[in-house]
Protein backbone atom coordinates (compact mmCIF):
# COMPACT_ATOMS: atom_id res chain seq x y z
CA UNK A 1 0.00 0.00 0.00
CA UNK A 2 1.59 2.97 -0.56
CA UNK A 3 1.93 5.45 1.53
CA UNK A 4 3.04 9.68 1.40
CA UNK A 5 4.05 11.52 4.25
CA UNK A 6 4.85 14.99 4.14
CA UNK A 7 6.78 17.47 6.05
CA UNK A 8 8.43 21.01 5.97
CA UNK A 9 5.47 23.31 6.79
CA UNK A 10 5.16 25.86 9.27
CA UNK A 11 4.81 29.63 10.06
CA UNK A 12 7.13 32.05 8.00
CA UNK A 13 6.61 35.91 6.99
CA UNK A 14 4.88 37.33 4.05
CA UNK A 15 8.14 37.06 1.33
CA UNK A 16 10.35 34.46 3.36
CA UNK A 17 11.01 30.87 2.59
CA UNK A 18 9.82 27.24 3.00
CA UNK A 19 10.65 23.38 1.74
CA UNK A 20 8.09 20.66 1.49
CA UNK A 21 9.37 17.26 1.50
CA UNK A 22 6.94 13.98 0.64
CA UNK A 23 8.18 10.90 1.53
CA UNK A 24 6.96 7.89 -0.69
CA UNK A 25 6.92 4.15 0.28
CA UNK A 26 5.02 0.88 -0.23
CA UNK A 27 5.43 0.93 -4.23
CA UNK A 28 7.61 1.70 -6.72
CA UNK A 29 8.23 5.76 -6.51
CA UNK A 30 9.73 5.99 -9.93
CA UNK A 31 6.30 4.90 -11.91
CA UNK A 32 4.18 7.85 -10.22
CA UNK A 33 3.45 11.25 -11.14
CA UNK A 34 3.35 13.24 -8.51
CA UNK A 35 1.86 17.16 -7.67
CA UNK A 36 1.55 19.30 -4.71
CA UNK A 37 -2.28 20.52 -4.04
CA UNK A 38 -3.32 22.57 -1.85
CA UNK A 39 -6.53 23.82 0.57
CA UNK A 40 -7.00 26.95 2.29
CA UNK A 41 -9.84 27.27 4.80
CA UNK A 42 -13.65 27.24 2.82
CA UNK A 43 -11.98 26.78 -0.57
CA UNK A 44 -11.79 23.50 -2.74
CA UNK A 45 -8.33 21.77 -3.55
CA UNK A 46 -6.39 23.50 -5.83
CA UNK A 47 -3.14 22.01 -7.71
CA UNK A 48 -0.29 23.88 -7.51
CA UNK A 49 2.56 21.69 -9.31
CA UNK A 50 3.26 18.63 -10.97
CA UNK A 51 6.24 16.49 -11.81
CA UNK A 52 6.56 13.50 -13.96
CA UNK A 53 8.45 10.50 -13.26
CA UNK A 54 12.01 11.19 -14.54
CA UNK A 55 11.35 14.33 -13.36
CA UNK A 56 11.94 16.13 -16.88
CA UNK A 57 8.46 17.86 -16.83
CA UNK A 58 6.54 19.95 -14.55
CA UNK A 59 3.57 22.04 -14.31
CA UNK A 60 2.86 25.09 -12.17
CA UNK A 61 -0.13 26.97 -11.30
CA UNK A 62 0.06 30.65 -12.52
CA UNK A 63 0.07 32.13 -9.11
CA UNK A 64 3.09 30.23 -8.44
CA UNK A 65 4.71 30.25 -11.25
CA UNK A 66 8.75 31.63 -11.11
CA UNK A 67 8.45 31.39 -6.99
CA UNK A 68 8.04 27.62 -6.47
CA UNK A 69 10.35 24.90 -7.18
CA UNK A 70 9.23 20.38 -7.50
CA UNK A 71 11.46 18.26 -7.73
CA UNK A 72 11.76 14.69 -7.15
CA UNK A 73 14.56 11.96 -5.78
CA UNK A 74 13.99 9.00 -7.48
CA UNK A 75 16.91 7.21 -5.40
CA UNK A 76 15.65 8.89 -1.88
CA UNK A 77 11.84 8.36 -2.92
CA UNK A 78 11.28 12.07 -2.01
CA UNK A 79 9.65 14.81 -3.99
CA UNK A 80 9.68 18.41 -2.78
CA UNK A 81 8.61 21.80 -3.06
CA UNK A 82 10.79 24.51 -2.50
CA UNK A 83 8.73 27.94 -2.03
CA UNK A 84 10.05 31.05 -2.13
CA UNK A 85 8.59 34.62 -1.78
CA UNK A 86 5.77 33.21 0.42
CA UNK A 87 2.41 35.68 0.06
CA UNK A 88 -0.39 35.31 2.69
CA UNK A 89 -2.49 34.12 -0.14
CA UNK A 90 -0.37 30.67 -0.24
CA UNK A 91 -1.49 30.31 2.93
CA UNK A 92 -3.36 25.97 3.19
CA UNK A 93 -2.74 23.11 4.37
CA UNK A 94 -0.25 21.35 1.75
CA UNK A 95 -0.81 17.83 -0.17
CA UNK A 96 1.41 15.44 -1.43
CA UNK A 97 -0.23 13.16 -4.54
CA UNK A 98 0.70 10.26 -6.36
CA UNK A 99 -0.58 9.07 -9.98
CA UNK A 100 0.08 5.60 -11.70
CA UNK A 101 -1.07 7.22 -14.83
CA UNK A 102 1.07 7.65 -17.87
CA UNK A 103 0.73 11.47 -18.41
CA UNK A 104 1.04 14.60 -16.21
CA UNK A 105 -2.02 15.68 -14.58
CA UNK A 106 -2.93 18.78 -12.73
CA UNK A 107 -6.63 17.33 -11.78
CA UNK A 108 -6.36 16.51 -8.51
CA UNK A 109 -9.30 13.50 -9.42
CA UNK A 110 -6.81 11.69 -11.37
CA UNK A 111 -4.37 11.35 -8.07
CA UNK A 112 -4.42 7.93 -6.61
CA UNK A 113 -2.69 8.43 -3.01
CA UNK A 114 -2.27 11.54 -1.16
CA UNK A 115 -0.95 12.29 1.93
CA UNK A 116 -2.34 14.03 5.47
CA UNK A 117 -1.07 17.03 4.64
CA UNK A 118 0.80 19.78 5.98
CA UNK A 119 -0.12 23.39 7.01
CA UNK A 120 1.46 26.59 5.62
CA UNK A 121 0.80 29.65 7.39
CA UNK A 122 1.80 33.14 5.96
CA UNK A 123 1.53 36.14 8.09
CA UNK A 124 1.66 39.44 6.87
Known amino acids: QVQLVESGGGLVQAGGSLKLSCAFS????????MGWFRQAPGKEREFVAA????????YYTDSVKGRFTISRDNAKNTVSLQMNSLKPEDTAVYYC?????????????????WGQGTQVTVSS
Open 26 to 33: GGTFSNYN
Open 97 to 113: AGDSGVTLKKTATTYDY
Open 51 to 58: ISRSGRTT
